[in-house]
T-cell receptor, first 111, second 115 residues
Framework: DQQVKQNSPSLSVQEGRISILNCDYT??????FLWYKKYPAEGPTFLIS?????DKNEDGRFTVFLNKSAKHLSLHIVPSQPGDSAVYFC??????????FGKGTLLTVNP | EPEVTQTPSHQVTQMGQEVILRCVPI?????FYWYRQILGQKVEFLVS????????KSEIFDDQFSVERPDGSNFTLKIRSTKLEDSAMYFC?????????????FGSGTRLTVV
């Protein structure tokens, strides 16, 4: 039962270019969507979120886009930096206490 | 920056043994959570805890699991009789506001290996 899907297990980009990480969901009751970043041997770190009533949220180099009709969201990182290399998790919430995570995408930014 | 601290970082236990995973949430946070990640799989919600009681739990969180806040600072997850399939990374998290959409702060995790 994969309510949140990240279909790309990995992504490799050049430093300075755009990284686009994608996420699809199936549960139309999800009200909030979040992105977390995870380095090895650390816990996930909250990055950015978006409410279902919006279609875009921007925070510095990070922008999240939400397409409700397609049940799709994406995280754009511009410009990508080597320090952005990590696993990125898409997560969703139904306005309750729990998050439903995707399996994650390993982003590698090459110098 | 405030942190969620988890101990131990790695625990090996024999099948059938009880194990207690410990967490110190951020001091002014009121909501506490446990998640786990089996190797190669997604991070899964186990339980949320507020005001000294469970506010929500998943179907994974069966009678073998329990949580406790024994004092003002610690938050523990107990597995009574561990099974091989309990081997996973267990993450504790805390938040100042309860709803998941506000985001939480996660600890670095405890890797539990059941042999």
């Amino acid at each position: 039962d994969q309510q949140v899907k990240q279909n790309s297990p990995s992504l490799s980009v050049q430093e300075g270019r755009i990284s686009i990480l994608n996420c699809d969901y199936t549960n139309s009751m999800f009200d909030y969507f979040l992105w977390y970043k995870k380095y090895p041997a650390e816990g996930p770190t909250f990055l950015i979120s978006i409410s279902s009533i919006k279609d875009k949220n921007e925070d510095g180099r990070f922008t999240v886009f939400l397409n409700k009709s397609a049940k799709h969201l994406s995280l754009h990182i511009v410009p990508s930096q080597p320090g952005d290399s990590a696993v990125y998790f898409c997560a969703a919430s139904e306005v309750d206490y729990k998050l439903t995570f995707g399996k994650g995408t390993l982003l590698t930014v090459n110098p | 920056e405030p942190e969620v601290t988890q101990t131990p970082s790695h625990q090996v236990t024999q099948m059938g043994q009880e194990v207690i995973l410990r967490c110190v949430p951020i001091s002014n946070h009121l909501y506490f959570y446990w998640y786990r990640q089996i190797l190669g799989q997604k991070v899964e919600f186990l339980v949320s805890f507020y005001n000294n009681e469970i506010s929500e739990k998943s179907e994974i969180f069966d009678d073998q699991f329990s949580v406790e806040r024994p004092d003002g600072s610690n938050f523990t997850l107990k597995i009574r009789s561990t099974k091989l399939e309990d081997s996973a990374m267990y993450f504790c998290a805390s938040s100042a506001r309860g709803l998941a959409n506000y985001g939480y702060t996660f600890g670095s995790g405890t890797r539990l290996t059941v042999v």
